[in-house]
Structure formats: C-alpha cells, structure tokens
C-alpha cells in the first residue's frame, strides 16, 4: 500500500538524521529546534560571507566617458513629479447648466500598469461565512485545516521529521490538533501591533442623479410659398428702414444713430419676443422682494393719527436710484395721467459751474429696482412734461436752450424732435415746459419759458419744431442806454409758469427777479397783471386744481404765498425757514398742499384744518445736506414723490390725517365733486377777503 512505503521512507530519513547526531531528540523537541533554527536563519550568515566581503575589481567598458574630479562630484539633481506627461489635456464635457462642452480642468494623473479581477474573499468576512454557512461547512472544520495549512508553510524543511513524529504518537496528534484549532492565530494579511491599532472611519461615497433637460426634436419641411413669403417679409421690412431714412434729419449725429437703430431692429427681433415675459417676471421677482413695502402701500393706515388731532405723517416706501445718474440732480418730476404708476424724472445740474451731461428716466411703482426707460442727453435736463391724451410723447426743457420731444414708442434714445439754432432756439437754459391742447389743425404743441425772456409756442408739424414767440418779458421801468442814445427796455427771466386749467388763453409767468406776471395768449405786447410776489425767483409757480381765482408761488426767500389773482397783495403767507425748491397742490382736496425745502424737509398744510401752521413737517432725507429739489402728488394714490441733488426719488405715503374727508353724518349723504372742494377754498377766501372787494365781487 502506499501508506506503508510512505511510512518507511520517512523512517529511513529519520535514522539517517539520528546518525549524523550524536543524540537523536525525541520528536517535540525536533519540532522546536526546527523553530529555533528557522528564526536563527534571519540573522546568520551563511558560509560564503568571507567571499562577499574581499574586495572586488572593477571592469570599465572601453567605450565609457572619461569624466573629470569636478564633473563628477557636480550633483544633477532630478525631481520626480506624479503628473503623467502621456495624460490628456483636451478633454471635454457636456454642460448641461449652459449648453455647451467644457473643458475639464482636472485630469486623473493615475497611470494602471495592471488589474486583474478576482473572486477571493478573506475566511474571517461576512461574505465568507455566508457562503460557507449556505454549503453546510462547519467553521471547526475550516479552522483545523487552515490552521495545518499555516504549520505546514512554517516548517517546510523539517517537514519529515514531524511526519516521523506524528506516526509515532498516533492518538496524541489528534488531541494536540484540537487544542491548537482553538487558540487564536494572528492576521496573516495586515498584522500591526496593537498598540499602533487605530480605528479607521469607513469610505462613505454619495451620488446624486438628476434628471436631464427636457428635449424636443424640431422638424419642419421648406416649400416653394414658405420661402417666398419669407423674402416677402424681408423686402417689406427694408422698405419700412428705407422710409425711416428718408427722412430729413436734424443733425448729422442723428442720421448716423437711426443707421445703427436700423441696423440693431434686425438684430433684436429674437429679444423682443423675449422682452414683455422677463419684464413680467423681473417684476414679480422685485414684488415678491420688496413685498413689504408693497403691503404698506396698498394696506398700511397709520392708527396713530386717531390720537393726534390734526398733525400727519409721511410714510417711506420705494427708493428710486439709477447708478449712472448718482451724481446729477433732480431737476424735474411728472407723473403721467394715463399710467397712473408711472412717472418720468429729468436729471441734470442746478450748479452752473458743474454742466455735463444730463439723463431723462421713467419709472414705474411696479419695478423700483431699475427705470423702464433710459434717455442719456448731452445737456442737463431742466423740465419736462408728459402729454395727456397721448402719454408716449414727452417735451424736455435742456440747459443748453433746446427743447425736443421724445416719443416712446420709437425704439432709439434720440428726440423725434429737437429744437435748433435756425428754428428759434432759446439762448438760456429752458425753465419749464407745458403741454396745451391740439391747435386748429390737430397739431400738438407745448410751451415754454427761459431765462432770455421768450415764452414760445412749439407746434409738431410733420417732422420739425415750428415756433412761435408768445410774449417777451420785460422789466417795467428799467431803462438800459442803447447805440445813439436810444432807450431800450431791459428784458426779465422767466423760471417758472402754469397754464389756468378752466381758461385756455390765461397764464401766469414767474421770474428771476421775484415778480409773477399774469399774461394771455392773445396779448403779447403788454401784461394783464403783475404781482410783487417774491424778494429773489419765483421757483414754482401753480393755479388749483379746483377754484378757479387762487394759485400758489414759491420762491427761495423761504416763503410760499398763495394769492387771489384779483387782489394784487397774498391771501396766505408761510415762512418756512430755508429756501424752498417745489411747492405742488394735491389732487384730491383744494386745500390741500405740499412744499419740500432745502434743509431735506417735506411741509404738509391743509388750510380747512390749520391756516398757520403745516401738519406735517418731517425730514425724509438720510444725510443732512442733502437738498430736495421737486415735489409731485399721484393723481390718484394717496403718495408723493420727491427729489433731491443727489439722484435720488423718494415715495412717501400720506397718513389719514393728511388726507382727511368730511365726516359722514347720520342720514345725510357727504357731498362730493368739485363744488364741494371750490366751496370750502372760497369759504377761507372770505375770511381774509376785505369788505370792498366782497361788495365789488
């Protein structure tokens, strides 16, 4: 059998082991000096280390470089960097975020020489014992045999000798298997010491998975008709450009930006689709941000005024800001009567020593965040008005004594119509300017007042300015020396006027030298009255909305008066203690006015409750030398705006005290409408009127 000639073989090698020895150990203690001598091998040496430790003779090749002392004790040194010269450096992604390939920025530098999948998994995992679990293989089992497996590894050169010995035993080997399957052996794979054992956070990995952007395919066939409607389309849009062209235009500079309007039309037909929906949308993004304002505005009552008796407040809501037009001033404000949340702002310069450029803005309570439209101009803006039936077209006053109107509904930031030196150009800046009703032959015109004395009527004919000279102011009584001794009247500048809103032919004119002249379209050569309103300019001048004797006029000697334009002397005078800017009267009562002024405060009276004294005076500027410059009522919400020298707009909401109605009696109707409003200014008239003046009236 080949156990028994296995058995011999082992015990011929033993005998001639014990031979060679001079004691033969018993079979145990072999195993030990086995053990002993495999760990001695580590650190002995072996015979030939006498050879290994001569000296050895070095053969040079004949071919080999003959290197100097100094070039070879020169150091070369070579860095060796982990970035793989043969990796990629172009490579590109799809970016779904914008639609394009990207290059990618980081480039893997790891270099994979080999791999090779395996299938093997260490005895002691989960895995293992799961399938070992699952084919019914005992873990005592698979313990003694790897444990046999380890011993015979360690001891491969004694090998013989413990098979000899294990014969021997017979019985004992299988008790000496047991008990050394049950002693723990040490990890073969990462064996540390335990005192350098740390615990290692697991690898955690995270993905995220998004859904891509949704795709459409498109697919559309070219017909014969399809494409001659297309060039039909074209041709028509060439004839429209060949016509705007045509057209004879003021100065060269304009000429040149209807080209490139024209050429800019083709190029944004794509962005005007897109236009009316992101301007929706930058809308409700500013609403949903400044939703608290917009709150107070619709729905904020102050509950205090039920505690004072008379006096308001004015409550700050949106602030209107444009960067490019930080540094200019205020200079004009006007709401327009169709859009009743839009109005236009005119930028420019009261410092004379300070004119560059000026900019027109329009703004909408919508949108605080950024004007609607933008109109830089060469000069600054003085004045401005909006038409009334026809809110697209705009009249703007300039420093420079032009006049132009914008229309817009054009798609360029230049006038349609603009005043020149050919056609009666003023030759001072242009104070104010106000829209009148259509002439004769339906033509729009406007006036307006400068500081070299005309009042000029501009009328829209075709596509120029035609002007006309109203009346020439003059000083009365000042005489000036001419050529040859003749006698010439010196002339007055006008700052301010306002046309009467029930009498078309009547006006009233303030000027530089504080005077108010009460003039009428059919008379140029003389004035029906003139009042001695002012010691410096009238800065405003303006009649009421309701009764039909009284204006008001404000002048920078810090009064505001309020007159009957039958009594030359003031009905109402009001010291306000700084030079006042604007003065407006309010919509909704004739009793009603407003007033800012140039140490950054906002005056308030209402005559039918406190005929001496504002209801409301508060300061609404944030630094203090900030001045205000104008001041305008909505047409119909209950709101201001005001402007001061630093570019800025400020809306302020009136509370119930500054807006007071009649109180509504039990069983009896409030009485409403303009008859009303006259009644009660006529009322307060009469107190101050004297008695001659009421027998004459």
Not at 124 to 133: F, M, P
Request: neutral net charge; glycine residues 6%; aromatic residues 8%.
């Amino acid at each position: 059998m080949p156990l028994k000639a296995g058995t011999q073989k082992s015990k011929q090698v033993s005998s001639q082991a014990a031979s060679q020895s001079v004691k033969a150990p018993p079979p145990k203690q072999a195993k030990a000096a086995s053990k002993k001598k495999d760990d001695d091998d580590t650190t002995e040496m072996g015979d030939g280390t006498e050879e290994w430790m001569q000296g050895k003779t070095l053969f040079k090749p004949s071919d080999q470089l003959e290197l100097t002392e100094v070039e070879l004790k020169e150091e070369i040194t070579r860095i060796l960097t982990a970035n793989n010269p043969h990796a990629p450096q172009n490579i590109v992604r799809y970016s779904f975020k914008e639609r394009a390939y990207k290059p990618i920025s980081n480039v893997d530098q790891l270099a994979i020489h080999f791999s090779l999948d395996g299938n093997m998994l260490h005895k002691d995992s989960d895995e293992a014992r799961r399938q070992a679990a699952k084919m019914g293989i005992s873990e005592r089992t698979t313990t003694t045999e790897t444990s046999t497996g380890e011993t015979e590894e360690r001891t491969e050169a004694p090998a013989s000798m413990e098979e000899a010995g294990e014969v021997e035993e017979g019985g004992r080997g299988g008790d000496s298997r047991k008990g050394k399957s049950e002693q723990k052996i040490t990890n073969q794979f990462n064996f540390s010491e335990r005192a350098s054992q740390t615990l290692n956070n697991p690898l955690k990995e995270r993905e995220s998975q998004t859904e891509p952007p949704p795709r459409a395919n498109f697919s559309a066939s070219a017909n014969q008709w399809e494409i001659y409607d297309s060039y039909v389309d074209d041709l028509a849009k060439q004839e429209r450009n060949k016509e705007k062209q045509k057209a004879p235009p003021t100065k060269k500079e304009d000429d040149k930006s209807k080209k490139k309007i024209t050429s800019i039309e083709t190029q944004s037909d794509d962005i005007s689709k897109v236009a009316k929906s992101s301007k929706i949308i930058e809308r409700m993004v500013n609403q949903n941000t400044f939703d608290d304002i917009a709150q107070d505005f619709k729905y904020f009552q102050d509950a205090s005024d039920e505690f004072r008796e008379q006096d308001g407040t004015l409550l700050p809501l949106w602030k209107f800001q444009y960067d490019k037009a930080k540094r200019l001033a205020v200079t004009a404000l006007c709401w327009s009567q169709t859009y009743k949340d839009m109005y236009a702002v005119g930028h420019g310069s009261y410092d004379f020593t300070k004119q560059s450029r000026g900019m027109l803005l329009f703004y909408t309570l919508k949108n605080s965040t950024f004007p609607e439209f933008i109109f830089p101009t060469n000069s600054g803006v003085m004045c401005l008005d909006i038409h009334k039936v026809h809110p697209y077209l705009v009249a703007v006053g300039f420093y420079d004594g032009c006049v132009a109107v914008y229309n817009l509904k054009e798609g360029g930031v230049q006038p349609v119509f603009k005043s020149t030196a050919k056609c009666g150009k003023h030759t001072d800046p242009v104070w104010q300017v106000k829209w009148q009703k259509d002439d004769m032959d339906n033509n729009q015109n406007f006036f307006s007042v400068s500081s070299d004395g005309r009042v000029v009527s501009w009328t829209l004919v075709k596509n120029e300015l035609v002007y006309t000279d109203i009346i020439k102011l003059s000083v009365d009584g000042a005489l000036m020396d001419g050529p040859e001794g003749m006698q010439l009247h010196t002339t007055a500048c006008g700052t301010s006027f306002d046309f009467h809103k029930q009498t078309d032919y009547l006006f009233l004119v303030g000027t530089e030298e504080g005077k108010i002249h009460k003039c009428s379209k059919a008379y140029s050569s003389q004035f029906l009255e003139t009042y001695q309103a002012h010691n410096m300019a009238v800065d405003a001048v303006r009649w009421n909305h309701f009764h039909p004797k009284v204006f008001i006029s404000c002048s920078s000697d810090w009064t505001v008066k309020i007159w009957d334009h039958t009594i030359k002397t003031p009905m109402f005078t009001f010291d306000l203690n700084a030079a006042v800017g604007d003065v407006a009267w309010a919509p909704y009562s004739s009793t009603v006015f407003a007033a800012v002024t140039t140490d950054g405060k906002v005056h308030v009276f209402d005559l039918s409750v406190n005929k001496y004294e504002a209801i409301c005076e508060q300061l609404v500027v944030a630094k203090k030398k900030t001045k205000l410059t104008h001041i305008e009522f909505n047409p119909v919400h209950p709101i201001i705006i005001v402007g001061d020298d630093r570019g800025y707009v400020t809306s302020l909401k009136l509370s119930p005290n500054l807006r007071r109605q009649p109180k509504e009696k039990k069983g009896q109707e409030v009485p409403k409408g303009p008859e009303v409003e006259v009644a009660k200014m006529e009322k307060l008239l009469n107190l101050l009127r004297e008695p001659e003046s009421l027998d004459k009236k």
